[in-house]
């Protein structure tokens, strides 16, 4: 297995000016004005790094867009995804398969409850397309409930469920969808004061707007077990058994979208685990694969596999688990039980990153709030921690986004890589991440605090 080269290797101006160039005449990019943006030319990475033709090298604590769990390049992955490309590359869905059929053993024995059997996917948003299709089938209703404050994908149905900006332009009317707001103490929906306070008011306000609603309509109540891209936010512990409770009363399909929360990046191989409540239906993605071949899927109850046991599941992928993307799961799963992944990331999560971002809040007054789990945490950058004036709008941009932008541009310089989304940043290493790694990123980004306290 050849080594990804070094940065000092890589270092390659001419090169790195050709990929730009390419790229900036032919790559239309996600969620981007094209004109206005200037991507890195990457070079190469492994582990926590990663680096530009120019020699200069990134702790990444975003983990891509929060997938490699296992960091990049882990060569036990690499090598199994080239034995099965050298052995069978692919192979159509419907045939049963060594890699696909070990990938769905795997995974089964590890989601919560009785979700045994995999419907795999290539990604999050088709995993959350499927969900739907497959509750409103199984229930023979059509809404889903989703809480604003959520992300679920940007395809017709993932965008539509996702609570956020990001839907607005495409947003096609309520189609069958219907919001709530879910539990968040620090900008409490409810004006709670107390945990305890906001986790009964938002489950009060969920039985309230299913019963406005009307509960023989509603298929599926669809939640991030602890929502990721819009805050990470931890809900109270008693939030999802009572909308576990709720759903039971009502008949009503209970989903929780793990593409983010799932495979260690909470300390625990799924999120849902940390709350002793088990879905109907769960969502995975990302870090199934460590992103190293695109995967996702759903995870299914025994109630709702026996509605599809004899009569047909209307859906199909071509992809669906293709033979590459499930030795890389395979291979994941494996590196993470062999090196104990998941509870490295419980313990650096709870020794090192937590205590260290708390310290950092109380120093820093650009820390309104620290919160997370695991390798999961968000620092809410405000610019008055009694007001909690967040350090930029509600969905700034340009000019009124300046303040972030001079944060990460500080990290960047600090040889750190920053996950920004409004006024947040994001702490989302690697789930492998050493301490002496995520020291020297928390000791960047002390620094680079430091130029957001100047706006407050
Ligand atoms: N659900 C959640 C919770 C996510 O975080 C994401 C991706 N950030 C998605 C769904 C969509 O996944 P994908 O981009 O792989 O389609």
Not at 286 to 308: Q, R
Not at 349 to 378: K, M, N, Q, T, Y
Not at 402 to 429: D, I, Q, S, Y
Request: aromatic letters at 10%.
């Amino acid at each position: 297995y050849p080594r990804p080269m070094t940065p000092h290797e890589a270092a390659d101006l001419a090169k790195g000016a050709a990929v730009k160039a390419a790229d900036r005449a032919h790559v239309f990019h996600s969620w981007s004005a094209q004109e206005l943006i200037d991507p890195l030319a990457v070079a190469g990475a492994e582990g926590v790094h990663f680096w530009d033709y120019e020699g200069n090298r990134y702790l990444d604590f975003t983990s891509a867009l929060v997938y490699t769990n296992i960091g990049y390049q882990h060569p036990k992955v690499v090598a199994a995804i080239q034995e099965q490309a050298a052995t069978m590359t692919t192979f159509a869905p419907a045939f049963a398969v060594e890699a696909r059929s070990e990938a769905a053993r795997l995974i089964a024995e590890r989601t919560p409850g009785d979700l045994d059997k995999i419907f795999f996917t290539n990604a999050g948003a088709e995993a959350v397309e499927h969900a739907a299709r497959m509750a409103r089938i199984h229930t023979g209703r059509p809404k889903i409930m989703s809480a604003y404050r959520s992300y679920h994908g940007a395809t017709a149905t993932g965008i539509n469920l996702t609570g956020d900006p990001r839907r607005w332009a495409s947003d096609t009317g309520n189609a069958g969808v219907v919001r709530f707001w879910a539990p968040f103490l620090y900008r409490s929906p409810f004006h709670a004061e107390t945990e305890e306070q906001e986790c009964a008011r938002a489950l009060q306000h969920l039985e309230d707007t299913i019963a406005f609603e009307g509960p023989q309509s509603i298929a599926a109540i669809v939640l991030e077990t602890v929502p990721g891209t819009a805050g990470i936010m931890v809900p109270p512990p008693g939030y999802l058994p009572g909308v576990r409770e709720i759903c039971d009363r009502y008949g009503i399909v209970l989903i929780f979208d793990e593409v983010m929360a799932g495979f260690g990046r909470t300390g625990k191989w799924f999120a849902a685990e940390h709350f002793d409540v088990a879905p109907d239906l769960m969502t995975f993605a990302k870090g199934v694969t460590s992103g190293y071949v695109p995967l996702g899927g759903v995870a299914i109850s025994g109630a709702i596999a026996e509605t599809f046991a004899r009569k047909p599941y209307p859906g199909g992928l071509t992809y669906s688990g293709h033979p590459l993307a499930c030795a890389a799961a395979v291979a994941t799963i494996n590196v993470m039980e062999e090196e104990g992944v998941v509870e490295h990331a419980a313990r650096i999560g709870s020794d090192v990153i937590g205590p260290a971002l708390a310290d950092l809040a109380e120093r820093h007054p650009s820390v309104g709030e620290v919160r997370g789990l695991g390798v999961f945490w968000a620092l809410e950058l405000v610019r008055n921690k009694a007001t909690r004036e967040p350090l930029v709008p509600y969905n700034a941009s340009g000019a009124d986004a300046a303040p972030m932008g001079a944060f990460a541009a500080a990290c960047k310089k600090e040889g750190l890589w920053p996950f920004v989304n409004m006024n947040r940043t994001h702490v989302v290493p690697a789930c492998t991440i050493t301490e002496a790694e995520a020291k020297e990123g928390l000791a960047a980004l002390d620094v680079a605090l430091s130029v957001a306290d100047e706006y407050v």
